[in-house]
C-alpha cells in the first residue's frame, strides 16, 4: 500500500489528538514520525497515605491514643469514654476484668464502681495499693445494659489487650471472672473449673490465676473464701506490685 503522505498524516493525527513527534537532526529524509498518547490533563495527586503502624509497635501513649480514637466494633457508637486501663506500667500484677460499666464508662477508668471497691479490698488483702498494681479490661468501651462482649467486640479488642501484656509484661495475670479467664485462655470452663490452679499466658508463659468477678462476690459473698485462697495462689508466684 502506499505510505501516507507525511503532511496528511500529520493533520489526521492532529485531528485525533494525537501528538506528533518529529526528529529534526535528519534533514533531507522523510521524517520519522513516533506516536504518542497526548498527555492526559494534570496528573491526578498522589493519594495522601495515612501512615498507622502496627498495634504491635506502639508505645503505651500511642496504644491508648488508638484505643481512644477506636470505631472497630460497634461499641464505639455509645460510648462516652474509652476505658484504657490504669495503674503503675511496672507493676508486677496485671488485673484484667470483663468491660465497663455505666460508672467506668462516665470515668474513663476501670472498675470505679461497687465492684471496683471489692477489687480495691482485694488488692489490698494482697498486700499492695490499687495504684500499685496495673488494671485493665477484655474490651475497651462499654456493652450497653451492660451486657457481656460479643466475640467479636472481644476480638476487635484483644489486640489491644495484647499490646498491653507484652508493654507491661507482667509477673502475674489476675483473671477475673467468666470474660477475661475464658478469653484469656481460650477456654469455655466456668470459672468455677478453671479457678485453683495457674496457668500460663502467651507465648510467654506468664502465670496466670483465674478468680471470680468482684462484681459476682458482692452478688454471692459466701465466694469470697475461695477468692481469698485465689489471692494466695497468686501471691505464691509474686508479691504485687513494682520492684
Ligand atoms: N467490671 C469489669 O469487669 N470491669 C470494670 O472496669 C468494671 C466492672
Same mark, same amino acid.
Given at each position: 500500500?502506499?505510505?501516507?503522505p507525511?503532511d496528511?498524516?500529520r493533520?489526521?493525527l492532529?485531528?485525533?489528538?494525537i ?8 534533514? #533531507?529524509?522523510e521524517q520519522d ?6 498527555? =492526559?490533563?494534570?496528573?491526578?495527586p498522589a ?9 504491635s509497635a ?5 496504644l491508648?491514643?488508638r484505643? &481512644?480514637?477506636c470505631?472497630?466494633?460497634?461499641l464505639?457508637?455509645k ?5 484504657? #486501663?490504669?495503674?503503675d506500667?511496672s507493676?508486677?500484677?496485671m488485673?484484667?476484668g470483663?468491660?465497663?460499666g455505666?460508672?467506668?464508662?462516665? &470515668? ?6 461497687r465492684?471496683?471497691k471489692?477489687l ?11 495504684e ?11 456493652p450497653?445494659?451492660n451486657?457481656?462482649?460479643?466475640e ?6 484483644s489486640a489491644?489487650?495484647?499490646r498491653?501484656?507484652d508493654l507491661?509484661?507482667?509477673m502475674?495475670?489476675l &483473671?477475673?471472672g467468666?470474660?477475661a ?5 481460650h477456654s ?8 485453683g490452679r495457674?496457668h500460663?499466658?502467651?507465648?510467654a508463659?506468664?502465670?496466670l490465676?483465674?478468680?471470680?468477678h468482684? =462484681? ?6 459466701e465466694q469470697?473464701?475461695k =477468692?481469698?485462697s485465689?489471692?494466695?495462689? =497468686?501471691?505464691g508466684?509474686?508479691?504485687p506490685?513494682?520492684?
Amino acid at each position: 500500500m502506499e505510505a501516507m503522505p507525511a503532511d496528511k498524516r500529520r493533520q489526521y493525527l492532529a485531528t485525533m489528538g494525537i501528538q506528533l513527534w518529529e526528529r529534526r537532526e535528519l534533514p #533531507g529524509r522523510e521524517q520519522d514520525v513516533q506516536l504518542t498518547e497526548p498527555p =492526559a490533563t494534570a496528573p491526578a495527586p498522589a493519594p495522601a497515605v495515612k501512615v498507622t503502624s502496627t498495634i504491635s509497635a506502639l508505645d503505651w501513649k500511642e496504644l491508648e491514643n488508638r484505643v &481512644a480514637s477506636c470505631t472497630q466494633c460497634g461499641l464505639h457508637a455509645k460510648r462516652n469514654r474509652t476505658v484504657f #486501663g490504669t495503674g503503675d506500667k511496672s507493676a508486677r500484677w496485671m488485673v484484667i476484668g470483663e468491660a465497663p460499666g455505666a460508672d467506668e464508662d462516665r &470515668a474513663g477508668e476501670p472498675f470505679v464502681g461497687r465492684a471496683g471497691k471489692l477489687l480495691n479490698a482485694m488488692i489490698r488483702a494482697a498486700g499492695c495499693k490499687r495504684e500499685e498494681v496495673f488494671i485493665a479490661n477484655i474490651v475497651k468501651c462499654r456493652p450497653p445494659g451492660n451486657r457481656d462482649p460479643a466475640e467479636e467486640e472481644i476480638a476487635h479488642c484483644s489486640a489491644y489487650l495484647k499490646r498491653q501484656i507484652d508493654l507491661l509484661q507482667p509477673m502475674l495475670i489476675l &483473671a477475673a471472672g467468666r470474660v477475661a479467664a475464658q478469653s484469656l485462655l481460650h477456654s469455655d470452663l466456668p470459672v468455677g473449673r478453671l479457678r485453683g490452679r495457674i496457668h500460663h499466658y502467651g507465648e510467654a508463659g506468664i502465670p496466670l490465676v483465674v478468680t471470680y468477678h468482684p =462484681a459476682y462476690l458482692l452478688r454471692s459473698p459466701e465466694q469470697k473464701r475461695k =477468692a481469698w485462697s485465689d489471692l494466695q495462689l =497468686a501471691l505464691g508466684v509474686c508479691a504485687p506490685g513494682s520492684g
